[in-house]
């Protein structure tokens, strides 16, 4: 028979590794992964947390790479585009997906902020050899891109497809850098109206470098808003002037490409405004040096807009 102050002790001790496990089962669970898994991979590592969640890392990752492969035929029909600036650098990247219910997602979200700050970082690594540089991702180029914890960025991609089960492609990125320290960048997407925080989102993202004595961030927003929702093509020449009436008419340029006039921004009206973008910049004695714009729609399948449109 087991005296009593030993039996005292060993239902003790059951008690406390008791609520030790369901503490760490709590910990990994905050962490995105199913109550099963986590409580396999405990089992698994005699409640080493540590060694549990690398467990759980591994397989989430495997079952997703699985999923990717699964789910990559599959249409995709929306998206987000985010936006990042840091000063002298700023990037744009486009992730789709397949329905709108997830772009809310925080995982989606967070999938799209880890894209962004790695073309963001990739920009500020490379040596800028003119005034303004751009570098264009597309496809493997983007896909192979390392993310901040070092991992490429079709790992993190696989992950969320994992965790999602729809199909996830990241799609295209822009990363922007100026030598000049009389440039910078501004930036911005529909969703958010300021860049006040790291990295903004929405069906369409714009970037534009300023060339101008002082940092002007009201003026730097409004050029955001108006690429984004005017849609010029092209600048403009600053020091041509043009009749108002000719904007009517397409002008052909030296590679025979009909460019309208009202496509360029210089000779816009400002959005929200009665001036021209031209004006604009005369009056804040600055300069736009160069402007980036996506939107989710310029890609994806025709059958996009007709569901997009449709819901309004």
């Known amino acids: 028979m087991i005296p009593a102050h030993i039996f005292r002790l060993i239902h003790t001790n059951g008690l406390l ?38 467990w759980l890392k591994k397989e989430a990752q495997q079952y997703g790479w699985a999923q990717a492969a699964k789910l990559k035929d599959r249409k995709i029909f929306s998206g987000l585009v985010a936006v990042m600036v840091d000063g002298h650098y700023a990037a744009l ?15 989606f979200r967070y999938l799209a902020e880890t894209v962004v700050s790695a073309v963001l970082n990739h920009a500020k690594s490379q040596e800028t050899q003119n005034e303004v540089q751009r570098t264009l991702f597309h496809g493997d180029s983007l896909k192979d891109l390392l993310a901040v914890d070092g991992k490429p960025l079709s790992d993190h991609s696989a992950l969320v497809i994992g965790n999602m089960g729809e199909n996830i492609i990241l799609n295209r990125a822009l990363a922007i850098s100026t030598e000049s ?10 969703y958010e109206s300021m860049n006040s925080m790291p990295v903004t989102f929405g069906e369409t ?24 929702y005017e849609e010029p093509l092209e600048i403009g020449n600053p020091l041509e002037i043009r009749n108002p009436l000719e904007i009517r008419y397409p002008l052909m340029d030296k590679l025979g490409d009909i460019k309208y006039e009202e496509h360029r921004m210089l000779y816009q009206k400002c959005f929200n ?30 059958e996009y807009n007709v569901l997009r449109y449709s819901m309004y």
């Open 205 to 228: 993202g714009a970037v534009v470098a300023i060339k101008c004595k002082e940092s002007d961030t009201m003026l730097g927003m409004q050029l955001c808003h108006h690429i984004i």
């Open 17 to 54: 590794r008791q609520v030790t496990n369901k503490s760490l089962l709590a910990k990994l669970y905050k962490k995105g992964y199913t109550f099963a898994n986590c409580k396999k991979a405990l089992e698994l590592h005699e409640n080493d947390v540590e060694k549990a969640e690398t």
């Open 93 to 107: 990247a486009e992730i789709n997906c397949e329905t709108n219910f997830v772009l809310g997602n925080t995982k």
């Open 181 to 190: 320290p009389d440039v910078k960048f501004f930036g911005c997407a529909d």
């Open 273 to 302: 405004s009665d001036l021209t973008v031209k004006q604009l910049l005369a009056d804040a004695d600055a300069e736009i040096v160069d402007f980036a714009r996506f939107d989710i729609c310029d890609e994806l399948d025709e």
